[in-house]
């Protein structure tokens, strides 16, 4: 493999090339894959369910990765990796990792069909801006929840008044500040040793991670995340985070947004792209596992069938040719305190835990608006322990998934953003308010008659 400091030299001395043409080769090349390998999006499918398509989706995938390498936007070079060196890196990624402390510990693996494990539920707001005075309750209202497994924290976006700016010294004391509190927020809970996944979402820089390396902040149980560009791009600021996370022995995790309808192309396209990120990433940022998030070009939410099928589909092609761990994004178009926000949950859990998937949070209103709790986090764990339990296969799954798409497909044209939290829970006992706790039952109750037996 590689070392941290080859991926550098590559950086600064790889094949130079304009993004622009970047951008058009991975066009091209990626719309051949699909036609050659003839992979074609059903709209009818949000599970996927074709071994066969899963199987070319990772061979397109390596193909792509190989061809296309990861483009360096500070030095327009191409970090160029063999086939050899792709494969190699996915066989040496950790199958298992034990993430957090004590009795809060979980074990993360890379997950197998039929393995007999459940998928790890994160439970969060990760990227939502939260004013101060709501931070920690909000974070309490997620710790509370006994079936979530790790927890990602919101952002602050101001301090002591003052906007943070990226790049710039309050930065630095919005990552403090949000794993201090966070900490609290744990410890307040009884769950003081829970793995903080994805420490530093206050931060869209390499700073924020720099300023948080220290067991006051983020432990070396934690993680901390570092991007890929869309698509299949990298720079300076998230090399600088992969040179941290060599120094600091905290757990690192990939993020990955390929869009749907952008460079790549539709679904299909997409599918490939993210494949092939996952297999750069392992390699280049040498990182623990990895985060999905798809984005639809219009919608942006994961929610839609078009995303939900790509995050199946690569979860489906990587448990049967090289198992790594992954977890989706979990992000609704709706906000706390409606009904579409549990529908958009449910039929999310029932995807991604039958696709041999983890989960990396929920994040309401496409973490746009603090409009978020840990109640439809609990909702979360509910659904995917069941339908685990129920051994559900993928054509069960995606009939259910499709009837609770067209419970909520409306709100992606008129949103129901629902409400802040402080309207949806008791800000001091941390308790979700009566009207959203009864919304919470009622949607459950119909949602077991849909056939996920909670028991």
């Not at 974070?139 to 008044?161: F, N, Q, V, W």
């Not at 979860?315 to 926000?341: H, K």
């Amino acid at each position: 493999m590689a070392s941290v400091f080859e991926v550098l030299r590559r950086a600064e001395n790889g094949l130079y090339i304009k993004e622009h043409d970047f951008d058009m080769k991975l066009f091209k090349t990626t719309s051949g894959l699909v036609k050659e390998h003839g992979i074609k999006f059903n709209k009818d499918l949000a599970v996927a369910k074709d071994d066969k398509m899963a199987d070319s989706i990772f061979e397109a995938g390596l193909r792509l990765a190989t061809e296309m390498g990861m483009f360096s936007t500070d030095t327009s070079r191409i970090i160029e990796f063999s086939e050899q060196e792709l494969l190699q890196a996915l066989r040496l990624a950790p199958q298992e990792m034990v993430l957090g402390l004590g009795k809060d510990a979980r074990v993360l693996r890379a997950r197998r069909f039929g393995d007999g494990y459940p998928m790890i539920v994160c439970g969060g707001c990760p990227g939502t801006p939260l004013p101060e005075e709501l931070f920690l309750p909000v974070m309490m209202s997620y710790a509370r929840e006994p079936l979530i497994d790790l927890l990602i924290p919101g952002s602050l976006t101001k301090i002591e008044g003052m906007d943070v700016t990226t790049g710039g010294p309050l930065e630095i004391r919005a990552c403090r500040q949000e794993m201090i509190w966070v900490r609290e927020a744990l410890e307040r809970s009884g769950r003081p040793g829970l793995h903080i996944y994805a420490a530093g979402e206050s931060s869209a820089t390499e700073l924020g991670t720099l300023a948080i390396c220290n067991d006051r902040y983020m432990r070396t149980s934690d993680s901390h995340m570092i991007p890929v560009l869309s698509e299949l791009k990298t720079d300076n600021k998230r090399l600088s985070r992969v040179m941290t996370g060599y120094e600091y022995p905290a757990f690192t995790t990939s993020l990955i947004n390929p869009i749907i309808g952008g460079f790549g192309g539709g679904p299909e396209g997409a599918a490939i792209v993210l494949a092939a990120a996952i297999m750069l990433a392992t390699a280049a940022y040498r990182v623990d596992m990895h985060c999905l998030h798809p984005i639809h070009n219009k919608y942006i939410s994961v929610s839609t069938k078009q995303a939900m099928w790509v995050d199946s589909v690569v979860g489906r092609a990587f448990a049967r040719n090289a198992p790594v761990a992954l977890l989706a994004d979990a992000w609704t178009t709706a906000g706390a305190g409606t009904q579409e926000i549990l529908y958009e949950t449910a039929a999310l859990a029932i995807a991604q835990e039958t696709s041999a998937l983890h989960t990396d949070s929920l994040g309401a209103t496409n973490g746009v608006y603090p409009n978020c709790s840990g109640l439809e986090a609990r909702f979360f764990g509910e659904v995917a322990h069941a339908v685990f339990e129920q051994k559900l296969g993928p054509e069960e799954a995606n009939d259910l998934v499709l009837r609770l798409f067209a419970l909520y497909e409306h709100g992606f044209e008129d949103p129901n953003l629902g409400m802040p939290f402080p309207e949806v829970y008791d800000v001091k006992l941390i308790e979700p308010k009566a009207a959203w706790l009864d919304t919470y039952e009622r949607t459950k109750d119909a949602i077991a008659q849909m056939g996920v037996d909670f028991r």
